[in-house]
């Protein structure tokens, strides 16, 4: 069946470095990457995503890279800040479905 | 104020007991799902629904049911059959279920006691 892996599943890094998640699927024919955060406590909210037309989006701070080959999508947070601290979901889109499937998480923690 | 409202926030329920949980969307959106949630194991789709009086299994739903009367309501019942009910659940809906952004109920935290 369709699969998302994410990694790492925790990720520390100091305030001002750069954090990095990857995440690979198994839909060769998927053409949707959202990614969300959850703060703790609060619902998943959407921060950035990308369709399979793209290779590279960027919002500010935030950006996220599209390898089709390879089936694989990143997110890259620059200079973190600890409002950056959360926990990150990459989903992918199930082709042919209105599915998403979630990888497993990561928690980011940033420190001051 | 559009958004998509789940309740209770917090359940609690004896073994043997079904219990439903409700989510309503006010922002028109066709694709609405439940999501659960468990520490380590992101979010896990127990049923989805594309239009009204339509839904679909998801990955997980043994022991859940669902019904879709009405545009804005996608009530989810965790029944008696669900070995392992106790987790957090997460209601969404979406107007292009698929190809689009994924908005989130503020979560139902069920407890089995």
């Known amino acids: 069946g369709e699969n998302v892996e994410q990694h790492p599943s925790t990720l520390s890094v100091q305030e001002g470095d750069s954090a990095v998640i990857k995440c690979t699927y198994s839909?060769?024919?998927?053409?949707?990457f959202p990614w969300y955060k959850q703060e703790l406590g609060k619902r998943p909210q959407l921060i950035i995503d990308?369709?399979?037309?793209?290779g590279e989006k960027k919002d500010q701070r935030i950006a996220v890279t599209l390898n089709k080959t390879a089936k694989h999508f990143s997110l890259h947070i620059t200079e973190t800040q600890p409002e950056d601290s959360a926990v990150y979901f990459c989903?992918?889109?199930?082709?042919?479905?209105?599915?998403?499937?979630f990888g497993t998480g990561t928690r980011l923690k940033v420190l001051a | 104020d559009g958004g998509i409202t789940q309740s209770p926030k917090y359940l609690f329920r004896k073994e043997g007991q079904n219990v439903t949980l409700s989510c309503e969307q006010n922002?028109?959106?066709?694709?609405m799902y439940w999501y659960r949630q468990d520490p380590g194991q992101g979010l896990r789709l127990i049923y989805y629904?594309?239009?009204?009086?339509?839904?679909q299994k998801g990955d997980i739903a043994e022991g859940y049911s669902v019904s879709r009367e009405k545009k804005e309501s996608f009530p989810l019942t965790v029944t008696s059959a669900q070995k392992n009910p106790t987790a957090f659940y997460l209601c969404?809906?979406?107007?292009?279920?698929?190809?689009?952004?994924?908005?989130f109920g503020e979560g139902s935290r069920l407890t089995v006691l």
């Open positions: 969404a809906s979406s107007t292009s279920g698929g190809t689009g952004e994924l908005f």
């Open positions: 839909d060769s024919a998927s053409n949707y």
């Open positions: 990308i369709r399979s037309n793209v």
């Open positions: 989903a992918a889109s199930v082709s042919g479905t209105y599915k998403y499937i």
């Open positions: 922002l028109n959106h066709d694709a």
């Open positions: 629904s594309q239009i009204v009086n339509d839904f």
